[in-house]
């Protein structure tokens, strides 16, 4: 204990003979950005995820008990989180009625659902309104069998939480974004992009100054693909609205994560048509831009072997930054994106 003690005073004195030598140097400026991304990390995300894809949850089927515990496990963690709800109070729940999901033609015999939200205020232009984006249900039991889909969309629903962590961080320390941040984990998305649709037709916030929704579906995994170069993501739609988004999404992985971004999908020629097959696209159709981060399908999709221990977390680790690192330069950059490539959105009738 002394001996500690007596050579900590010495590196001490050390540091403070050298220091005084110098000639004082200019403070560094400090990225705030990557420190808060270094608390998104594979163990936290495995932590949220071992439990969101367990068996408890029964594969989070929409209406039913499974989705019911998932919903509340996001809403606890805001709670503990301390991050606020949009809707005030605890009321984390953006009721989306059984009449509505059982109205649009695409599922029946549906039981209410609710889209769980949490937000983040903006410092500067707290109007603004950057959506992240996950859906928080999957396909139920089948045949005896849970579909704990770990994957889709898991891994997306904890990436969101983790980001949602990183910026209340940054918030508390008084580095909180400039516009604000909502956190939209959307239901019935395996029913036929339900929930995200309701939400756009009943948005909390005003359509017209969401600036982006960055929505996550398929995130841990690696597809055949990519078996030889796993650090890779598929982009899809960063460009089809805005080409500002899309050279802003590449420089920040340039500048902080290095990941290989695979457009293979974005190819409007692409059969899989993936732009218009997860929730984004309820935002896009109303001329938001948005990036929809996804791994491919892979020998689980959809299948009741979509487990938590096959997730690769230091990939969605490394995707969740990258993700956070777009959210923070959209919700903290002087302008607002500039939607160059509008469409004709649908009419209201
Ligand atoms: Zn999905």
Same mark, same amino acid.
């Given at each position: 204990?002394?001996?500690?003690?007596?050579? =900590?005073?010495?590196?001490?004195?050390?540091?403070?003979?050298?220091?005084?030598?110098?000639?004082?140097?200019?403070?560094?400026?400090?990225?705030?950005?990557?420190?808060?991304?270094?608390?998104?990390?594979?163990?936290?995300?495995?932590?949220?995820?071992?439990?969101?894809?367990?068996?408890?949850?029964?594969?989070?089927?929409?209406?039913?008990?499974?989705?019911?515990?998932?919903?509340? &496990?996001?809403?606890?963690? &805001?709670?503990?989180?301390?991050?606020?709800?949009?809707?005030?109070? %605890?009321?984390?729940?953006?009721?989306?009625?059984?009449?509505?999901?059982?109205?649009?033609?695409?599922?029946?015999?549906?039981?209410?659902?609710?889209?769980?939200?949490?937000?983040?205020?903006?410092?500067?232009?707290?109007?603004?309104?950057?959506?992240?984006?996950?859906?928080?249900?999957?396909?139920? $039991?089948?045949?005896?069998?849970?579909?704990?889909? =770990?994957?889709?969309?898991?891994?997306?629903?904890? =990436? $969101?939480?983790?980001?949602?962590?990183?910026?209340?961080?940054?918030?508390?320390?008084?580095?909180?974004?400039?516009?604000?941040?909502? @956190?939209?984990?959307?239901?019935?998305?395996?029913?036929?992009?339900?929930?995200?649709?309701?939400?756009?037709?009943?948005?909390?916030?005003?359509? /017209?100054?969401?600036? $982006?929704?960055?929505?996550?579906?398929?995130?841990?995994?690696?597809?055949?693909?990519?078996?030889?170069?796993?650090?890779?993501? &598929?982009?899809?739609?960063?460009?089809?609205?805005? /080409?500002?988004?899309?050279?802003?999404?590449?420089?920040?992985?340039?500048?902080?994560?290095?990941?290989?971004?695979?457009?293979? &999908?974005?190819?409007?020629?692409?059969?899989?048509? @993936?732009?218009?097959?997860?929730?984004?696209?309820?935002?896009?159709?109303?001329?938001?831009?948005?990036? @929809?981060?996804?791994?491919?399908?892979?020998? %689980?999709?959809?299948?009741?072997?979509? /487990?938590?221990?096959?997730?690769?977390?230091?990939?969605?680790?490394?995707?969740?930054?990258?993700?956070?690192? /777009?959210?923070?330069?959209?919700?903290?950059?002087?302008?607002?994106?500039?939607?160059?490539?509008?469409?004709?959105?649908?009419?209201?009738?």
């Amino acid at each position: 204990m002394k001996k500690l003690i007596l050579s =900590a005073s010495i590196a001490a004195l050390l540091v403070s003979c050298s220091t005084s030598q110098n000639a004082p140097k200019p403070e560094p400026e400090i990225d705030y950005a990557i420190k808060y991304a270094a608390t998104i990390t594979e163990k936290d995300l495995a932590k949220h995820l071992f439990v969101y894809a367990s068996d408890e949850f029964e594969g989070r089927d929409t209406g039913e008990p499974g989705q019911k515990k998932a919903s509340q &496990y996001l809403k606890d963690f &805001y709670i503990k989180s301390n991050i606020a709800s949009p809707l005030g109070g %605890d009321d984390y729940y953006q009721e989306v009625p059984a009449s509505f999901l059982n109205s649009t033609g695409r599922a029946y015999g549906l039981k209410d659902s609710e889209n769980v939200v949490a937000f983040i205020k903006g410092s500067e232009k707290p109007d603004e309104i950057v959506v992240i984006s996950a859906h928080l249900d999957h396909v139920g $039991v089948k045949n005896g069998k849970i579909y704990n889909g =770990a994957d889709d969309d898991g891994s997306g629903t904890v =990436a $969101v939480l983790e980001i949602a962590e990183a910026f209340k961080k940054a918030a508390d320390e008084g580095n909180g974004p400039k516009r604000s941040v909502l @956190f939209l984990h959307v239901t019935g998305e395996e029913k036929g992009l339900l929930g995200s649709r309701y939400y756009v037709e009943n948005p909390i916030f005003p359509l /017209t100054n969401t600036v $982006v929704d960055l929505n996550i579906d398929m995130i841990g995994r690696i597809d055949d693909r990519h078996k030889d170069n796993p650090n890779f993501v &598929y982009l899809i739609g960063a460009d089809k609205l805005s /080409t500002e988004l899309h050279d802003l999404s590449e420089a920040m992985n340039a500048k902080y994560t290095n990941i290989s971004l695979d457009y293979k &999908y974005n190819d409007e020629k692409d059969p899989n048509r @993936f732009y218009y097959r997860s929730d984004h696209y309820n935002f896009a159709k109303y001329n938001i831009p948005i990036i @929809f981060y996804f791994n491919g399908t892979h020998e %689980d999709y959809h299948q009741h072997t979509d /487990t938590p221990d096959k997730i690769n977390y230091d990939l969605l680790e490394n995707r969740t930054r990258l993700i956070f690192h /777009t959210a923070w330069e959209i919700a903290n950059r002087e302008n607002k994106l500039i939607v160059d490539k509008p469409v004709t959105p649908p009419s209201k009738n």
